[in-house]
């Protein structure tokens, strides 16, 4: 009997001590794909910020432009889950009127309208975005991007991509 209470607890002892150095040497966690709950948010919404650094992006008719680094941009901050990918202009997720993600290695833009009213939203996050790329409105139409609103803001648009509102095939808003 006392041989196997013994045994048990050299047992319970061998995994404690396994937890505890998985804990302490460390552990790489999974990334999880979330939106950061706070990013500052740039005092004036139409200041274009950047240092004065550009860059050329891709565009979607095959062409290229001219646009201001966002990498270098005080008022973008890099998700530090996820490299490469940076937040523009909100404060926090859970009040913000839009969330705009750009994708650094495919030059790709992201634009969640998180709440109602949609149209204005979406005019001020264009607005933002153009003034933080420093582009003219048929530019921003050729943009690698998508523009939509989650199930929890508007049913009726969700999974649509509604576009800038100055584009031809961008649906229109109320």
Known sequence: MKKIILIAAAVALLIAVGIVAWLVLGHKKTPQLSVPDAVTFPVDPTNSGGNGSFTTIPTTDGGSIKTKDLETDADVH????NPGYFYLGYQDARTAPYLIEYIADTHYFNVELLTEP?????????NYLMNKLG?????????????GTPRSVNEAYAGTNLGFSFCPDAVRLP
């Open 118 to 126: 949609l149209g204005q939203n979406r005019i001020a996050a264009e």
């Open 78 to 81: 890099e998700d530090p889950v």
């Open 135 to 147: 582009i003219t409105k048929q530019e921003m139409c050729v943009l690698d991007y998508t523009l």
